[in-house]
């Protein structure tokens, strides 16, 4: 009795990626049901086609790949979600497995890893190393950073704006908020890490760039 191959959905803003990855894991019969580059899009593909795993990209151009994770685990919680990043944080890492991924993978690990990653998932297996997570999270209460894993796409790039020393209104401009609301953000930033004012806060952000990824 044969068995359905593997369903895969590949999410990640860069095509040459999205191709790479759809030539290797075809190659190894697994089926590749879908490629996207936006929220709006994948959500849209996954109303209408079975996915058994979805390799989701942590940093979509604009996009949070952790608030997309967190949509789709409450809406298709059937479907196993690996995290892809060129780079490892800490807080990514924690955020992503609270967020209730599968797995996380560097983008410049070996492909059978990749593929093995994937067909472990699609049996319902996690491969967060529950002592590798706590580490992390000693890590980040000991740095005051187990808090960005609760910041949403808009705070992180508040912060990171606010590092370059970029002003209310410049940062209002580039992510497309009003004035008064990117304020009211910064204050309860200022208020959620404890500091006093904005050059400190600044300070923090220089501090903790690679999380902000």
Request: aromatic share 4%.
């Amino acid at each position: 009795m044969s068995t359905s191959p593997v369903s895969v959905v590949i999410c990640d803003d860069h095509q040459m990626v999205r191709e790479a990855l759809a030539n290797v894991l075809n190659a190894q019969g697994i089926n590749v049901v879908g490629s996207v580059d936006t929220e709006k899009t994948l959500l849209a593909l996954l109303e209408d086609t079975r996915a058994d795993v979805l390799l989701l990209d942590i940093a979509l151009n604009n996009e949070s790949g952790l608030d997309i994770l967190r949509r789709v685990r409450l809406s298709h919680p059937e479907t196993a979600v690996v995290m892809l990043t060129s780079f490892r944080s800490a807080s990514s890492f924690v955020a992503s497995y609270q967020a209730g991924a599968s797995a996380f993978v560097l983008k410049s690990g070996d492909s059978s890893l990749l593929v093995k990653t994937i067909m472990d998932v699609s049996m319902g297996l996690n491969l967060f190393n529950r002592e590798e997570v706590r580490e992390s999270l000693e890590e980040l209460s000991l740095r005051g950073l187990d808090l960005l894993g609760t910041l949403d796409e808009f705070d992180r790039a508040i912060l990171r704006l606010l590092g370059t020393g970029a002003s209310d209104q410049q940062i209002a401009e580039a992510v497309f908020l009003n004035l008064q609301t990117v304020r009211n953000r910064v204050s309860r930033m200022l208020k959620k890490f404890g500091y006093e004012n904005r050059t400190q806060l600044a300070l923090f952000v220089s501090q903790v760039a690679d999380e902000l990824r």
